[in-house]
């Protein structure tokens, strides 16, 4: 009589971790999922793996979404899928969730089985209570964890320490012992590879702080813009951030930095359960002496004041009028120029966004345009804007060699972006370039550049392709 051999059931097995430093590591998980395997006569032919993936959410966890797009698409070629425990399956704010995906599989033909757990997932009311129960505790874990590492990191920051990544232009990170002993420099994109060590900002190069201290005197003292200062830099040859050029938003972020004047600001967000959230100013602590300032107090505080000086937003309408009638009243005329420069007026563009024209504005002061003011600007009417814009787009350069310079950009810096173009030497501004070839998309087209998904959508085009399924 022939002996007859049983078939191997065909398995799969989904492995999740956190961190790499997490107890239940893929090697420990992968052990047990192939013990249980040979005990209950099945073999493991497919492996699903999510590595530092959080089991809150399930965006990106792609090894799951692989497996039910196998199980879906009746690509699996398996019957039952392997998971350590419920903790592993998902730690889903809603318990439901985890049960839906588990559902998919079973109504699939493919079943899930916990190889970790004291119960057996036969759909039994003991079963599904006990699992119920455990898909509740592996949630509320989470909510904990977060809310633990949230008051961890607060309490961390208070006492100095920093608690990011790379704390920006002109900072480094320096770790410290527990005796206080500080270890190297950490350079940009390096990490501490001793565990149990916290991090302090100390400044960094002495050129890039040097270019620090010139970006605040610039902004102060001589009341240039950002994108005045970021055009200066980079015709000067001054890198920026990770050897980057110098952009109007690079600029702002610094005058802005806190840090520069040695305040660290602590709870200005919370990451909690997989997602950001921005705490209101009013809860926000600041922590004086934490690193070394690189810029005084006092310059720190007149570059925010001339910040918030041009943000519109700001001030109320009467306080931009109250503003007006005081230059008026000393200089007995209002232009472009004079707004400009005084201190007690925002910029022109706040009034023109506000009332919308510095027209407007001056009707509200009770200032009268002169006559030639007056012929200028029924010139710039939108029925003689196109002769004004034929104008604009004048410029010595050829169409070729535009877009030479273009290309030399985009070689250079990997990418090609409006604020790149706008702080490069030797380029017109945007609107002769967009005069000149019609559109920031042609201009894009002719270069051979292609627009990044945040582009895409600033053209206001469908994304296609692989950005259209994310």
Known sequence: ?????????????????????????????????????????????????????????IDKREGLKQLLADILGGQAGFSVVLVYDVSRWGRFQDPDEAAHYEFICKAAGVRVEYCAEAFDNDGSLTATLVKHVKRAMAAEFSRELADRIFKTKRRLGLSGFWMGGNPGFGLRRCPVAVDGKRGPILE???QNAIRGRRMVVVAGPEEEVKTVRRIFRLFVSKQLSPNAIARLLNADGTPGYNRRKWTAHGIRQVLKDERYAGVQVVGRERQFLGQSERRPEDEWLRVPDANPAIVSPRLFKAAHRRRLSRRYPQYTDAELLDGLRAVLADKGRLSFQIISADPRTASPDAYKRRFGSLTAAYDRVGFVLSPEHQRLNAYLTPVRFAPLRRRISRCPLSNEELLSRLRAIREREG????????????????????????STARIYELVGHTPSAHQLLYLGRPKTGKNASN
Do not use: C, K, W
Request: proline letters at 5%.
């Open 1 to 57: 009589m022939e002996s007859t051999t049983v078939a191997p059931i065909p398995a799969a097995q989904y492995i999740r971790m956190s961190t790499e430093h997490q107890n239940y590591s893929i090697e420990f998980q992968s052990l047990v999922n192939a013990a249980y395997a040979r005990e209950r006569g099945a073999e493991i032919v497919r492996t699903y793996t999510d590595a530092g993936i959080s089991g809150v959410r």
């Open 188 to 190: 940009i994109g390096e």
């Open 415 to 438: 990418r090609l972006t409006i604020e790149l173009i706008s702080v490069t030497p030797g380029l017109p501004g945007m609107r002769t370039l967009i005069a000149r070839f019609g």
